[in-house]
């Protein structure tokens, strides 16, 4: 009794680990692919904010994102 919950427990465990690391890297790989921001879509969306942001003001706003991410 004491040994299959035993057995449960340790495959419980290895396939919370095994599941962990597998979406770590499918979530490391979608994120590569589909960056969540970037330059161009700062601009965009300051450009539709109603101001032309220049290229000191983009980066600054992407330091500041990054700082937070």
Do not use: C, W
Not at 36 to 56: A, C, F, H, L, W
Not at 58 to 65: A, L
């Amino acid at each position: 009794m004491v040994h299959d919950l035993l057995l449960v427990f340790v495959g419980l465990l290895i396939g919370a680990v095994i599941g962990f690391f597998l979406a770590r890297k499918y979530l490391q790989k979608y994120l590569k692919k589909n960056p969540p921001i970037n330059e161009k879509m700062i601009e965009v969306m300051m450009t539709s904010m109603g101001r032309k942001p220049s290229q000191k003001q983009v980066r600054q706003v992407m330091n500041q994102m990054s700082k937070y991410m």
